[in-house]
Nanobody, 115 residues
Framework: QVQLVESGGELVQPGGSLRLSCAAS????????VGWFRQAPGRERNFVGA????????YFAASVKGRFTISRDNAKNTLYLQMSSLKPEDTAVYYC????????WGQGTQVTVSS
């Protein structure tokens, strides 16, 4: 059983940057790929990006590619999402996920992009 706790969400102006963190505990974090999803108000959850278990490969949704990066520190059991050039449409609750079939989810952290 893996527990995930996201942090770092806040209000940021358009064009700004923000880094989210996801701390994992209770399982073999380093053996799983890890990813980020987001859910805007009234909309379904969408894939944002993911990173392989060894951190050598990353994948992103077209809407964030070139603006967001993902990294992980397996020694600290922590996942990061670095977001830049933020847009109002990036406003959402961001969730980190891991496990077989992304079976483990955090509780989410709110990111609001607004002037």
């Amino acid at each position: 059983q893996v527990q995930l706790v996201e942090s770092g969400g806040e209000l940021v102006q358009p064009g700004g940057s923000l880094r989210l963190s996801c701390a994992a505990s209770g399982g073999s974090f380093s053996t799983y790929a890890v990813g980020w999803f987001r859910q805007a108000p009234g909309r379904e959850r969408n894939f944002v990006g993911a990173i392989t278990d060894d951190g050598t490969k990353t994948y992103f949704a077209a809407s964030v590619k070139g603006r967001f990066t993902i990294s992980r520190d397996n020694a600290k059991n922590t996942l990061y999402l670095q977001m830049s050039s933020l847009k109002p449409e990036d406003t959402a609750v961001y969730y980190c996920v891991t496990g077989v079939g992304y079976g483990y989810w955090g509780q989410g952290t709110q990111v609001t992009v607004s002037s």
